[in-house]
């Protein structure tokens, strides 16, 4: 972020209120460069049966055995969605991937209160399944999915590698855009009960932090300067212990100048370093 915008980001503030949500929408809106005219896009693909499990792919070309970037929006748990008519967001994605010779997949889940979890561990078993069974049809390698959640999505993509490890054994790399990993140690806000529970001594099964140490998925965490605290802690949790338990550091990423938002919403603008971040990992983790 240049100088310039990351003191408009620090003026909007930390907290997910309604003027920061929607001042960075606003602002990196008008960064964003648009879909890539050699982008190929196939909207709704079903791959569970709710009207909720569907997901939209993009390509450039003929790719071929191609590593497969698979997105899932945030939103805490209760709202959010793949694409938006008259929104780069997140189709930018998806574009992002096909401009990198990948097969980009964006998707959304079933949401909160009407399901809980472990509703996002079910919908990505589906969804990594029909990935399975169907990418190579559109040119991806099953063998080279790797999965990126922000928010709520990357809530999601720990909880399915922590909860359901011997099915996302064939995953090759797994990224996280500000998540929430430790159930036990998050806060008691009202997305997080929406989806936990209302009875906050009853979240501790739910944690994934324990089962992301002890899967071979390889990972990269990153967590915002102008992040809400709760993920700052959540970012800090990860690092001690996963610290504690290997002996050396996780890749974890510091993205100064960003807010919560960010991340996810400069692919396809002229702030690439999210990009690059992205690109070198999916690079190393299906070379």
């Given amino acids: 972020m240049t100088p310039d915008m990351r003191a408009e980001l620090e003026a909007l503030g930390t907290e997910l209120s309604p003027e920061m949500l929607g001042g960075t929408q606003v602002m990196m809106k008008a960064l964003n460069k648009g879909v890539a005219g050699e982008t190929q896009i196939t909207r709704d693909i079903a791959y569970g049966p709710d009207e909720r499990h569907r997901l939209d792919l993009f390509t450039q070309g003929s790719p071929s055995g191609a590593p497969v970037l698979v997105f899932l929006h945030g939103g805490g748990f209760v709202m959010g969605d793949k694409h938006t008519e008259g929104s780069p967001f997140y189709s930018n994605i998806g574009d992002f991937a096909a401009r990198m010779g990948w097969v980009g997949v964006t998707a959304t889940y079933r949401l909160a209160p009407a399901n809980r979890f472990p509703s996002g561990v079910e919908d990505l078993r589906l969804l990594a399944e029909w990935l399975r069974l169907n990418v190579g049809e559109h040119g991806g390698d099953p063998a080279k999915i790797v999965l990126m959640g922000q928010s709520a ?20 790399g797994a990224m996280f855009l500000s998540g929430i990993y430790d ?7 009202d997305f997080n009960k929406a989806y936990y529970g209302e009875d906050v001594k009853g979240w501790g099964p739910a944690s994934a932090l324990a089962g992301l140490l002890a899967s071979g998925v390889p990972m990269q965490f990153s967590v915002a300067e102008f992040d809400p605290d709760d993920f700052q802690k959540q970012a800090a949790q990860v690092v001690a212990q996963w610290s504690a338990t290997k002996g050396r550091l ?11 938002l960010t991340p996810a919403l400069s692919f396809g603008s002229s ?17």
Avoid at 183 to 189: D, K, L, Q, V
Avoid at 250 to 260: A, D, K, S, V
């Fill in 250 to 260: 996780p890749e974890m990423h510091y993205l100064t100048g960003h807010n919560h």
């Fill in 153 to 172: 999505g990357a809530s999601h993509v720990a909880n399915y590698l922590a909860h359901a490890r011997e099915h996302a054994e064939g995953i090759a």
């Fill in 271 to 287: 702030q690439t370093e999210v990009e690059r971040m992205v690109a070198g990992f999916v690079n190393r983790v299906t070379g």
């Fill in 183 to 189: 159930t036990r140690t998050s806060a008691h806000n």
